[in-house]
DNA sequence: CCTTGACCTTCCAGTGACTGGAAGGACTAT
DNA sequence: ATAGTCCTTCCAGTCACTGGAAGGTCAAGG
Protein backbone atom coordinates (compact mmCIF):
# COMPACT_ATOMS: atom_id res chain seq x y z
CA UNK A 1 0.00 0.00 0.00
CA UNK A 2 0.98 3.91 -1.16
CA UNK A 3 1.02 6.55 1.68
CA UNK A 4 -2.33 8.07 0.17
CA UNK A 5 -4.23 4.79 1.01
CA UNK A 6 -2.64 4.24 4.48
CA UNK A 7 -3.84 7.66 5.50
CA UNK A 8 -7.21 6.81 4.31
CA UNK A 9 -7.34 3.47 6.21
CA UNK A 10 -5.43 4.70 9.38
CA UNK A 11 -7.12 7.62 9.34
CA UNK A 12 -4.41 9.71 9.60
CA UNK A 13 -2.69 12.58 7.40
CA UNK A 14 0.51 11.43 5.14
CA UNK A 15 2.33 14.52 5.92
CA UNK A 16 2.56 12.35 9.90
CA UNK A 17 3.18 9.94 8.96
CA UNK A 18 5.94 10.37 7.47
CA UNK A 19 6.88 12.39 10.36
CA UNK A 20 6.52 8.82 12.24
CA UNK A 21 8.67 7.58 10.29
CA UNK A 22 10.79 10.64 10.72
CA UNK A 23 10.71 9.77 14.33
CA UNK A 24 11.10 6.02 14.17
CA UNK A 25 7.69 4.90 15.02
CA UNK A 26 7.13 3.28 12.27
CA UNK A 27 9.72 1.87 9.03
CA UNK A 28 7.76 1.35 6.15
CA UNK A 29 9.53 -0.46 3.21
CA UNK A 30 10.66 1.27 0.17
CA UNK A 31 9.78 0.39 -3.19
CA UNK A 32 12.06 0.76 -6.22
CA UNK A 33 10.81 3.74 -7.18
CA UNK A 34 11.49 5.65 -3.70
CA UNK A 35 7.79 5.12 -2.50
CA UNK A 36 6.99 4.16 0.91
CA UNK A 37 5.38 0.56 0.80
CA UNK A 38 2.85 -0.01 3.64
CA UNK A 39 2.66 -3.94 4.62
CA UNK A 40 -0.31 -5.26 7.33
CA UNK A 41 2.06 -5.10 10.31
CA UNK A 42 2.89 -1.07 9.16
CA UNK A 43 -0.63 -0.45 8.90
CA UNK A 44 -1.52 -1.89 12.01
CA UNK A 45 1.26 0.14 13.99
CA UNK A 46 -0.31 3.16 12.50
CA UNK A 47 -3.80 2.13 13.62
CA UNK A 48 -2.53 2.02 17.45
CA UNK A 49 -0.51 5.01 17.13
CA UNK A 50 -3.65 6.77 15.70
CA UNK A 51 -5.77 5.25 19.10
CA UNK A 52 -3.40 5.89 21.62
CA UNK A 53 -2.62 9.64 20.41
CA UNK A 54 -6.68 10.14 19.99
CA UNK A 55 -6.90 9.14 24.11
CA UNK A 56 -4.16 11.73 24.36
CA UNK A 57 -1.57 10.04 25.20
CA UNK A 58 2.20 11.74 23.65
CA UNK A 59 4.05 10.48 21.29
CA UNK A 60 6.66 8.90 24.05
CA UNK A 61 4.19 6.87 25.41
CA UNK A 62 2.93 5.83 22.37
CA UNK A 63 6.54 5.08 21.66
CA UNK A 64 6.59 2.65 24.76
CA UNK A 65 3.07 1.29 24.53
CA UNK A 66 4.00 0.02 20.98
CA UNK A 67 7.27 -1.71 22.41
CA UNK A 68 5.23 -3.18 24.87
CA UNK A 69 2.78 -4.24 22.87
CA UNK A 70 5.27 -6.23 20.43
CA UNK A 71 6.88 -7.57 23.35
CA UNK A 72 5.52 -10.88 24.39
CA UNK A 73 6.71 -10.92 27.49
CA UNK A 74 5.56 -7.87 28.91
CA UNK A 75 4.21 -7.02 32.25
CA UNK A 76 0.69 -5.76 32.25
CA UNK A 77 1.81 -3.61 35.08
CA UNK A 78 4.04 -1.67 33.00
CA UNK A 79 0.91 -0.81 30.40
CA UNK A 80 -0.95 -0.04 33.25
CA UNK A 81 1.39 2.63 35.04
CA UNK A 82 1.37 4.44 32.01
CA UNK A 83 -2.46 4.50 31.77
CA UNK A 84 -2.24 5.65 35.16
CA UNK A 85 -0.24 8.76 35.12
CA UNK A 86 -2.06 9.82 31.56
CA UNK A 87 -4.79 9.88 33.01
CA UNK A 88 -3.54 11.56 36.18
CA UNK A 89 -2.35 14.22 33.87
CA UNK A 90 -5.70 14.01 32.22
CA UNK A 91 -7.41 15.13 35.67
CA UNK A 92 -5.28 17.83 36.21
CA UNK A 93 -6.21 19.78 33.46
CA UNK A 94 -9.79 18.86 33.56
CA UNK A 95 -9.33 20.63 37.44
CA UNK A 96 -7.62 23.34 35.36
CA UNK A 97 -9.93 23.61 32.56
CA UNK A 98 -13.24 23.47 34.80
CA UNK A 99 -11.61 26.24 36.97
CA UNK A 100 -11.30 28.46 34.02
CA UNK A 101 -14.91 27.44 33.03
CA UNK A 102 -16.53 28.70 36.44
CA UNK A 103 -14.87 31.81 36.33
CA UNK A 104 -15.26 32.76 32.57
CA UNK A 105 -19.06 31.60 32.63
CA UNK A 106 -19.21 33.64 36.21
CA UNK A 107 -17.87 36.84 34.30
CA UNK A 108 -19.01 36.10 31.00
CA UNK A 109 -22.79 36.33 32.89
CA UNK A 110 -22.53 39.66 34.43
CA UNK A 111 -20.92 41.39 31.89
CA UNK A 112 -23.87 43.07 29.67
CA UNK A 113 -22.45 42.67 26.45
CA UNK A 114 -23.64 46.12 24.94
CA UNK A 115 -22.25 49.17 23.73
CA UNK A 116 -20.99 50.35 26.44
CA UNK A 117 -17.95 50.12 28.29
CA UNK A 118 -18.24 49.12 31.54
CA UNK A 119 -16.98 45.71 31.63
CA UNK A 120 -16.83 43.08 34.84
CA UNK A 121 -14.76 41.04 32.91
CA UNK A 122 -11.84 43.22 32.17
CA UNK A 123 -11.98 44.88 35.33
CA UNK A 124 -11.53 40.85 37.21
CA UNK A 125 -8.07 40.77 34.70
CA UNK A 126 -7.21 43.98 35.59
CA UNK A 127 -7.60 43.26 39.84
CA UNK A 128 -6.60 39.75 39.69
CA UNK A 129 -8.15 36.55 41.14
CA UNK A 130 -10.55 38.37 43.54
CA UNK A 131 -13.91 37.39 42.16
CA UNK A 132 -12.99 34.11 40.87
CA UNK A 133 -15.79 31.71 41.59
CA UNK B 1 11.54 48.81 38.46
CA UNK B 2 14.04 46.19 37.15
CA UNK B 3 13.01 42.71 35.58
CA UNK B 4 13.95 41.10 38.11
CA UNK B 5 11.38 42.82 41.05
CA UNK B 6 8.85 42.83 38.38
CA UNK B 7 9.26 39.15 37.54
CA UNK B 8 8.53 38.46 41.19
CA UNK B 9 5.61 40.88 41.78
CA UNK B 10 3.48 40.12 38.72
CA UNK B 11 4.67 36.58 39.11
CA UNK B 12 6.02 36.30 35.53
CA UNK B 13 9.76 34.65 34.93
CA UNK B 14 11.73 37.53 33.31
CA UNK B 15 11.97 35.35 30.17
CA UNK B 16 8.50 35.74 29.57
CA UNK B 17 8.52 39.39 30.14
CA UNK B 18 11.19 39.89 28.05
CA UNK B 19 9.24 37.91 25.23
CA UNK B 20 6.31 39.86 26.05
CA UNK B 21 8.23 42.91 24.88
CA UNK B 22 9.37 41.19 22.00
CA UNK B 23 6.34 40.63 20.33
CA UNK B 24 4.68 44.17 21.43
CA UNK B 25 2.88 43.40 24.77
CA UNK B 26 4.63 45.70 27.11
CA UNK B 27 6.96 48.53 25.80
CA UNK B 28 9.04 49.39 28.97
CA UNK B 29 11.50 52.37 29.08
CA UNK B 30 15.47 52.28 29.11
CA UNK B 31 17.75 53.25 32.05
CA UNK B 32 20.56 54.41 30.01
CA UNK B 33 22.55 51.21 31.14
CA UNK B 34 20.13 49.50 28.73
CA UNK B 35 18.30 47.96 31.20
CA UNK B 36 14.53 48.24 31.53
CA UNK B 37 12.58 50.13 33.62
CA UNK B 38 8.87 49.42 33.85
CA UNK B 39 6.73 52.32 35.93
CA UNK B 40 3.23 50.92 37.49
CA UNK B 41 1.33 51.11 34.03
CA UNK B 42 3.94 48.68 32.77
CA UNK B 43 3.62 46.60 36.33
CA UNK B 44 -0.42 46.90 35.94
CA UNK B 45 -0.08 45.40 32.18
CA UNK B 46 1.66 42.53 32.76
CA UNK B 47 -0.27 41.12 35.98
CA UNK B 48 -3.74 42.19 33.50
CA UNK B 49 -1.76 39.33 31.26
CA UNK B 50 -0.79 36.97 33.95
CA UNK B 51 -4.52 36.92 34.77
CA UNK B 52 -5.76 36.56 31.34
CA UNK B 53 -3.20 34.02 30.28
CA UNK B 54 -4.02 32.02 33.57
CA UNK B 55 -7.71 31.96 32.47
CA UNK B 56 -6.22 30.25 29.23
CA UNK B 57 -6.44 32.95 26.79
CA UNK B 58 -4.23 33.29 23.82
CA UNK B 59 -1.53 35.77 23.56
CA UNK B 60 -3.45 37.24 20.63
CA UNK B 61 -6.66 37.19 22.50
CA UNK B 62 -4.50 38.97 25.54
CA UNK B 63 -3.68 41.24 23.15
CA UNK B 64 -7.00 41.98 22.03
CA UNK B 65 -8.40 42.23 25.40
CA UNK B 66 -5.73 44.85 26.77
CA UNK B 67 -6.33 47.10 23.56
CA UNK B 68 -10.44 47.05 25.11
CA UNK B 69 -9.09 47.72 28.38
CA UNK B 70 -6.88 50.56 27.34
CA UNK B 71 -9.81 52.01 25.09
CA UNK B 72 -12.01 53.92 26.94
CA UNK B 73 -14.44 54.00 24.04
CA UNK B 74 -14.71 49.94 23.72
CA UNK B 75 -18.13 48.10 23.84
CA UNK B 76 -18.49 45.95 26.68
CA UNK B 77 -20.13 43.32 24.28
CA UNK B 78 -16.72 43.16 21.73
CA UNK B 79 -15.15 41.66 25.52
CA UNK B 80 -17.98 39.29 25.96
CA UNK B 81 -17.36 38.06 22.97
CA UNK B 82 -13.70 37.27 23.32
CA UNK B 83 -14.93 35.52 26.29
CA UNK B 84 -17.44 33.35 24.81
CA UNK B 85 -15.42 31.79 22.05
CA UNK B 86 -12.79 31.17 24.53
CA UNK B 87 -15.16 30.08 26.88
CA UNK B 88 -16.70 27.65 23.60
CA UNK B 89 -12.87 26.12 23.24
CA UNK B 90 -12.66 25.06 26.92
CA UNK B 91 -16.02 23.78 26.64
CA UNK B 92 -14.90 21.63 23.50
CA UNK B 93 -11.70 20.46 25.18
CA UNK B 94 -13.23 19.75 28.40
CA UNK B 95 -15.39 17.43 26.29
CA UNK B 96 -12.78 15.74 24.42
CA UNK B 97 -10.44 14.79 28.13
CA UNK B 98 -13.60 13.90 29.82
CA UNK B 99 -14.30 11.24 27.11
CA UNK B 100 -10.79 10.72 27.17
CA UNK B 101 -10.49 9.98 31.04
CA UNK B 102 -13.72 7.57 31.04
CA UNK B 103 -12.40 5.28 28.28
CA UNK B 104 -8.66 5.01 30.51
CA UNK B 105 -10.34 4.90 33.76
CA UNK B 106 -12.55 2.25 32.45
CA UNK B 107 -9.45 0.50 30.59
CA UNK B 108 -7.41 1.09 33.85
CA UNK B 109 -10.26 -0.78 35.66
CA UNK B 110 -9.78 -3.60 33.66
CA UNK B 111 -6.32 -4.21 33.56
CA UNK B 112 -4.60 -6.61 35.82
CA UNK B 113 -1.48 -5.00 36.41
CA UNK B 114 0.33 -7.36 37.38
CA UNK B 115 3.35 -9.77 35.95
CA UNK B 116 1.09 -11.10 32.97
CA UNK B 117 1.68 -10.14 29.80
CA UNK B 118 -2.62 -9.77 29.04
CA UNK B 119 -3.28 -6.50 29.27
CA UNK B 120 -6.86 -5.11 28.13
CA UNK B 121 -5.67 -1.75 27.85
CA UNK B 122 -2.99 -2.50 24.47
CA UNK B 123 -5.89 -4.79 23.07
CA UNK B 124 -8.20 -2.19 23.03
CA UNK B 125 -4.96 0.41 21.49
CA UNK B 126 -5.18 -2.91 18.81
CA UNK B 127 -8.32 -3.14 18.29
CA UNK B 128 -9.87 0.75 17.80
CA UNK B 129 -12.43 2.79 19.26
CA UNK B 130 -14.91 -0.51 19.99
CA UNK B 131 -15.17 -0.66 23.59
CA UNK B 132 -14.98 3.15 24.17
CA UNK B 133 -17.18 3.81 27.24
C1' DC C 1 41.35 49.12 43.35
C1' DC C 2 39.96 44.45 42.69
C1' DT C 3 37.18 40.70 43.00
C1' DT C 4 33.00 38.16 43.74
C1' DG C 5 28.39 37.33 42.87
C1' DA C 6 24.01 38.67 41.49
C1' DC C 7 21.80 40.95 38.19
C1' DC C 8 21.10 42.57 33.49
C1' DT C 9 21.68 42.38 28.19
C1' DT C 10 21.26 39.97 23.44
C1' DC C 11 21.09 36.09 20.48
C1' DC C 12 20.32 31.34 19.18
C1' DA C 13 18.24 26.93 19.68
C1' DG C 14 14.87 23.65 21.39
C1' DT C 15 10.23 22.11 22.96
C1' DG C 16 5.58 18.86 20.87
C1' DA C 17 3.39 17.22 17.25
C1' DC C 18 2.55 18.29 13.52
C1' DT C 19 1.34 21.34 9.10
C1' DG C 20 2.13 24.07 4.84
C1' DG C 21 4.49 24.80 0.83
C1' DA C 22 8.06 24.56 -2.75
C1' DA C 23 10.55 21.93 -6.16
C1' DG C 24 10.83 18.02 -8.59
C1' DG C 25 10.20 12.84 -9.90
C1' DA C 26 6.65 8.88 -10.96
C1' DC C 27 2.52 6.93 -12.47
C1' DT C 28 -2.07 6.68 -14.96
C1' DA C 29 -5.34 7.80 -18.46
C1' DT C 30 -6.32 9.88 -22.57
C1' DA D 1 2.53 13.98 -25.48
C1' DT D 2 0.11 15.78 -21.91
C1' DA D 3 -2.63 16.56 -17.94
C1' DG D 4 -3.48 15.45 -13.42
C1' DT D 5 -2.62 13.04 -9.42
C1' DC D 6 0.41 10.86 -6.59
C1' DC D 7 4.89 10.45 -4.49
C1' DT D 8 9.59 12.26 -2.81
C1' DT D 9 12.67 15.52 0.10
C1' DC D 10 13.65 19.66 2.48
C1' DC D 11 12.71 23.93 4.84
C1' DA D 12 9.92 26.88 7.56
C1' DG D 13 6.19 27.98 10.67
C1' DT D 14 3.00 27.09 14.52
C1' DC D 15 2.38 28.46 20.13
C1' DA D 16 4.21 30.34 24.17
C1' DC D 17 7.67 30.04 26.11
C1' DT D 18 12.38 28.03 28.14
C1' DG D 19 17.38 27.05 28.42
C1' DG D 20 21.87 28.36 27.76
C1' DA D 21 25.95 30.91 26.13
C1' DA D 22 28.60 35.11 26.01
C1' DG D 23 29.21 39.29 27.82
C1' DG D 24 28.08 44.06 30.28
C1' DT D 25 26.72 46.36 35.02
C1' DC D 26 26.23 47.05 39.74
C1' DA D 27 26.76 46.77 44.96
C1' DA D 28 29.39 44.92 48.73
C1' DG D 29 33.51 43.38 50.92
C1' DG D 30 38.61 42.94 51.38
Given at each position: MNIGEVAKTAGIPPKTIRYYEEIGLVRPARDTNGYRVFRDSDIHKLAFLARSRSLGFSIEDCRTLLALYED????SADVKKIAQQHLSRIEGKLAELTSMRETLAHLVDCC????????PILSDLAAGAKTGS
Amino acid sequence: MNIGEVAKTAGIPPKTIRYYEEIGLVRPARDTNGYRVFRDSDIHKLAFLARSRSLGFSIEDCRTLLALYEDQSRASADVKKIAQQHLSRIEGKLAELTSMRETLAHLVDCCAGDGRPDCPILSDLAAGAKTGS
